[in-house]
């Protein structure tokens, strides 16, 4: 498992470590109008998926705005966002910030992302910050596991793996 500290203690991170070269896992969240979206659902697409502890502190905050900014140079790419928040805390942060190109999906349910992905946090329910591309035939390109969950991605590999899958 990757090591992660939540403002610099250690955390114990549930699932599976996703590699580069793994076929991505499925899972099962909830859009902000309460509909289930799975990986299976955006098949056939380049998809850059962003785990985050919660669209409501200052670092997801700005790491969603920045990824949405980004959206339109990155062609057919589908930008995932998931969080624990609540699929109405997350609709409503996206109308309040203007968030259009990016989908906020909620692992509050059953944590299926958070465990497949190796992402969610076990002494605070929440997820880690972390990276994942995955190319249109559903193999992993890319992942990075921030090692300290309040800072910042690597945004320009992200973007770049991004923009380089098929």
């Known amino acids: 498992m990757a090591n992660v500290t939540f403002k610099s203690g250690p955390v114990t991170l549930l699932g599976n470590e996703v590699k580069v070269g793994d076929k991505a896992p499925n899972f099962t969240v909830l859009a902000n109008d309460l509909s289930e979206v799975t990986l299976d659902s955006t098949k056939g697409q380049v998809r ?3 785990s985050v502890p919660s669209l409501d502190t200052g670092v997801c905050d700005a790491e969603t705005r920045r990824f949405n900014e980004e959206a339109n140079k990155l ?9 624990v928040d609540l699929p109405f805390a997350q609709k409503r ?3 309040a910030n203007g968030i259009e190109n990016v989908q ?3 692992d509050h349910r059953d944590l299926s992302f ?5 992402v ?3 002494e605070l329910r929440l997820l880690t910050r972390a990276v994942f591309v995955v190319d249109s035939s559903d193999t992993v390109t890319y992942v ?6 309040t800072n910042h991605p690597n945004y320009e590999a992200a973007l770049e793996a991004a923009k380089s899958a098929k």
């Not at 062609?75 to 969080?83: C, F, M």
């Not at 990075?144 to 969950?149: K, N």
């Open 114 to 118: 958070g465990e497949a992905y190796g």
């Open 93 to 95: 942060w996206c109308g």
């Open 48 to 50: 850059l998926i962003i």
């Open 120 to 122: 969610a946090i076990q």
């Open 144 to 149: 990075e596991y921030v090692s300290e969950a």
């Open 75 to 83: 062609g057919n790419v589908k930008i995932l966002t998931v969080s």
């Open 104 to 106: 906020t999906l909620s």
